[in-house]
């Protein structure tokens, strides 16, 4: 079974550039879900879709941040304009549904994002 | 607000030593535990889990986990570690039911040395 596919898996932009990131989940999995990993910590939640809709977007920076995922499949994520503190690894994630005792989610390897 | 600990930020064992990983969580009610591990190099995957029955849960590569509800804990452990197991290993929880998002700790790096 294919994985999570993510790409590009690195990008050196400089502040205020845009950059943009894909994902294609695991086939068939309803839910999916963009983390940003900064060094040193554990992942947080930026958006969560059940299919094309957005479920949770509260920690989501919504005036540089936004993400689509408008045929229910493959997402992006964009940032525009960025900051230094937007360095970090961006993990896509999917899970087959969302209200599934023991839902497990599969992560894809991370788009690193290093702003300078 | 839920909130996920995980005690020791970086742990140095000798290989055959026994493992013992802290979490702690904040949340009352029902939840799902996870542990993650991150080898060098590769993507988070799932080391194990819990959602209800048997506390004790075992996972791959010899890894178990222990859900004691008093505690709000979920501690992961090993008898005997080994080189491969040097990583970095997260504990999440979710609440259980609904579009509750998954919540990680810090993380803590493990090394493993010959």
């Known amino acids: 079974e294919a994985g999570v596919a993510q790409s590009p898996r690195y990008k050196i932009i400089e502040k205020r550039q845009s950059v943009a990131f894909w994902c294609n989940p695991i086939?068939?999995?309803?839910?999916l879900y963009w983390y940003q990993q900064i060094l040193g910590q554990g992942p947080k939640l930026l958006i969560q879709f059940q299919n094309n809709g957005v479920v949770d977007d509260s920690q989501l920076p919504k005036d540089r941040f936004s993400a689509e995922r408008l045929k229910g499949v493959d997402s992006t994520l964009k940032i525009q304009p960025a900051k230094l503190e937007d360095s970090a690894v961006y993990l896509c994630?999917?899970?087959?549904?969302?209200?599934?005792?023991?839902?497990?989610?599969?992560f894809g390897e991370g788009s690193w994002l290093t702003v300078v | 607000a839920q909130s996920v600990s995980q005690h020791n930020h970086h742990v140095i064992l000798s290989e055959a030593a026994s493992l013992e990983l802290g979490c702690n969580y904040s949340?009352?009610?029902?939840?799902?535990l996870f542990w993650y591990v991150q080898y060098p190099g590769q993507h988070l995957q799932l080391l194990l889990k819990y959602f209800s029955g048997d506390p004790l849960v075992k996972g791959i590569k010899g890894f178990e986990a222990e859900f004691i509800k008093s505690k709000f804990s979920f501690n992961l452990r090993k008898p005997s570690v080994q080189w491969s197991d040097t990583a970095e290993y997260f504990c999440?929880?979710?609440?259980?039911?609904?579009?509750?998002?998954?919540?990680f700790g810090a993380g803590t790096r493990l090394a493993v040395h010959p």
């Open positions: 086939s068939g999995h309803a839910t």
């Open positions: 949340y009352g009610g029902t939840v799902n």
């Open positions: 994630a999917s899970s087959p549904q969302v209200n599934v005792p023991g839902n497990t989610i599969y």
């Open positions: 999440a929880v979710k609440r259980s039911g609904g579009y509750n998002k998954l919540i």
